[in-house]
């Protein structure tokens, strides 16, 4: 885990990523989680005869994504997600593989808060999601 304070943080500069390989064990647990069993979910064959190549990863499970980004790598321990605007661009597939990166945008000192710039790319290169998102600092213990 990152432990970034407010002032480590420099506008542009600051930045992190991971990778993730989205596992059917997730899909599963998100299944049971959030009680969405929609057939784009769990059903190959219906989600192929919408246009999917196959059932297709919950947009909320890629999402989660964010939450580690923020929460483990930038800024870190004193994270407080406050607000999150998601975009998704294309469908993720169970055994996609996925970078998750972010960039501070914007520092508010007076509030302490950081708008971070953050995306989702899959193993071919494809932006599958987007997001701005606005964490607080918290103050160090």
Same mark, same amino acid.
């Given at each position: 885990m990152n432990v #970034?304070?407010?002032?480590?943080?420099e506008e542009e500069k600051s930045r992190a990523d991971f990778n993730v390989i989205v596992t059917q064990e997730m899909l599963e647990i998100f299944q049971m989680m959030s009680g969405d069993y929609n057939p784009m979910h769990t059903n190959d +064959? #219906? %989600?192929k005869e919408m246009g999917m190549n196959g059932k297709i990863v919950h947009g909320m499970l !890629? %999402? %989660?994504f964010y939450s580690r980004l923020v929460?483990? #790598?930038l800024p870190g321990k004193f994270c407080m997600l406050h607000e999150i605007k998601i975009y998704f661009n294309k469908p993720v597939y169970p055994g996609d593989s996925l970078n998750v990166s972010g960039v501070v945008e914007e520092k508010k000192e007076l509030f302490q808060? !950081? +708008?971070i710039n953050a995306k989702i790319i899959n193993q071919f290169g494809e932006k599958v999601s987007s997001a701005k998102i606005m964490v607080g600092i918290l103050n160090e213990l």
């Amino acid at each position: 885990m990152n432990v #970034y304070t407010m002032n480590q943080l420099e506008e542009e500069k600051s930045r992190a990523d991971f990778n993730v390989i989205v596992t059917q064990e997730m899909l599963e647990i998100f299944q049971m989680m959030s009680g969405d069993y929609n057939p784009m979910h769990t059903n190959d +064959k #219906y %989600a192929k005869e919408m246009g999917m190549n196959g059932k297709i990863v919950h947009g909320m499970l !890629v %999402a %989660a994504f964010y939450s580690r980004l923020v929460g483990m #790598y930038l800024p870190g321990k004193f994270c407080m997600l406050h607000e999150i605007k998601i975009y998704f661009n294309k469908p993720v597939y169970p055994g996609d593989s996925l970078n998750v990166s972010g960039v501070v945008e914007e520092k508010k000192e007076l509030f302490q808060r !950081v +708008k971070i710039n953050a995306k989702i790319i899959n193993q071919f290169g494809e932006k599958v999601s987007s997001a701005k998102i606005m964490v607080g600092i918290l103050n160090e213990l």
